[in-house]
Each structure stands twice: as C-alpha cells, then as structure tokens.
C-alpha cells in the first residue's frame, strides 16, 4: 500500500514517461511474484486516472486496488471493458444536502456532471431539505470561509475545490505547491479557516441530519482543508483490503510521509500489523515506525530494494523481517 502524493510523486505533479516507465517496471516485478500494488489517497479517481491509472498497460492492472476519495471508493480493473470500475458495495458519499451545505450553490452545480436538468433537480431538493432542517446559507461554509480568506488579503481566484464522493477538499491557495501556505500569514490564515470551518461544523451538530453520518474538517499536513464524511479514511480502506482479500495485516506494507499524528496517513497505525515505512519530513516518536528517509527519492530507493530481493528469492514475509531489522534499508 501508498499514498501517491508527495510520497511516490510531487502533490499535483503529472509524472513524466521516464517516472512512468520505472513505476511500469517495478509493478511488474511486484506482480511476478504475487504481491499487489495498493494506491490509497484522498484523490478521486479522475484526477488520478489521467495522472497514473490510465496510463498503466492493463496487464499489470489487474494486480491494482485503488482506494481514492480519503476512503469513501474504492476501484479496480475490469479486464472485460478494459477500464477501472468502482466497487459500489464499498461506496460511502456525501448526501446531497451534505455537498450543498458545504459548497453552496455555484459550487454544488460544478461537482457534478449528469446533466444541468438532473443537477439542477437534486440541488432543489438538498436546498429543500436544508431549509427545512434549518441551514439556510446559499454560499456554503466554503464560500463563507472564502469571505475571511480575501479578508487576509488572499484572491480567491486561485483557490481549488475538489468534490471526492466521500470528502471535499478545499486548495485556498491552489494546488500546485507547498510553498505559497508555508509563509507566516498564510499559516495564521489557514488555522483561523481550520477553526472557523470546525466551529460552524459544531453549531451545525456536524450535518449529522442530513446524511448517513457526521462531516468532520481532520487535521492534515500543512496545505488546504478537507471536509469528510466521518470514518472515511485509509484506516477504513485498510481493513477492507484485509477482509476482502483475506489477508493479514503483517503481509502488507504502507510507506507514506504523513504517518505522524494528525497527518493523513496516520489512522493506519491503528491497524495492529502493518508494516509502517515513513517518507516525510516529519515523524512522531513510534517505535512501529520505520524512519525509511525522506522524499520521494527514499520511496523509490526502497521499492529498489524491495524488487531486487524478491528477484533474488526472498520471501514476501522475509522481505519484510529484513526491513524491520534494517538488512536494507535506505541511507540519506
């Protein structure tokens, strides 16, 4: 299992056909010997498809599992159609009314492309059932947290907003790059929208009423701000890859570079077994934690490893004692 962006590719970045073509190469070898390949992001399939997915041969495609939309969908590779196809079983959304508490109006109407008539049908009846739950602004708490970021004296014009089925993810300053959120006033910014978007989401009892479930704002690395759907996460992707495929937890790997507390990888620590391999800049004090370097270099210094030693008859399970007594491991 790994998360995509910043751990295996820069956040946003289209991979080149040289990247493309080592990550084709060592797909390949991981499924010579029978071990699959999981991507697990907050991305939605859309964005990741033309990125990665689609650009795989279908050969290798049918050892991938893809869970995207932090949890909420989960896809794999039809060999009849030849394209990825969801597993609606697993499937957990957003309400409507939920999409449109959230995004407002203008914004709902961009999430979704069925058709203006049926758009436009489903916004009536989330408007209606809003109202009469008692949420009555047409903007959306992202358009109302939109309104205090021009107050800081950031444009909204390069602000981003991705609708992912089980979670929405608001880019306030794009999403192209770390740095513009890495300046004081940008960080103070952020953690006034982070507390703004938590407090109306409390006086709202979480739009509980709504949906299925509760929408939470979770603390994630150091850009943007997501809403998701409560328990919609890798940890809930995590468990469904075991009990679907019938595996143990200590048979998989997850690499990451978010695995410290209140990053976006961090819930899968909660899953007794998984080997935990961490990419980031910053770790939290876990002896289940492999410090395995940092960048996206580290990850593909040990998917070099790991490739050589199954090519070399190492065991799956023996490849994995070796990373947990260092017999390899990555030198910075």
Known sequence: MTDIDDTIIPSGIMPDSEWMGWLIDKLRCLKKHHIGWVPMTGVAIDKLGPR???????????????????????????????????????????????????????????????????????????????????????????????????????????????????????????????????????????????????SRLRDEVYLRRFGSDEVHIPFHGSRGIKFVLKNNDKERGTRDLIKAESLTANSIIFTGNELFEGGNDHVITRVEGVSLISVGTKVEENSLIIRGGTGIEAYKTWMEHICMALEAGVSWPDVIEDIHTGKFSYSE
């Open 52 to 198: 990665i997915l689609d650009r795989l041969p279908a050969d290798i495609c049918s050892n991938i599992i893809y869970y995207g939309g932090d949890g909420s969908q989960k896809y794999y590779f039809d060999k009849a159609t030849q394209k990825w196809k969801e597993d609606t079983q697993y499937r957990r959304v957003l309400s409507d009314a939920q999409t449109l508490a959230i995004l407002g109006d203008a914004g709902f109407n961009r999430a979704f492309v069925s058709g203006p008539a049926e758009v436009e049908r489903r916004r009536r009846e989330a408007r209606t059932l809003l109202h009469e739950g008692g949420f009555n602004s047409t903007e959306g708490l992202l358009g109302e947290m939109a309104n205090i970021l021009q107050k800081h004296g950031f444009g909204e014009h390069k602000a981003e907003t991705y609708f992912r089925g089980g979670s929405i993810s608001w880019m306030m300053l794009g999403d192209v790059s770390v740095e513009p959120y890495q300046r004081k006033e940008a960080i103070n910014t952020r953690a006034e929208l982070l507390e703004y978007g938590k």
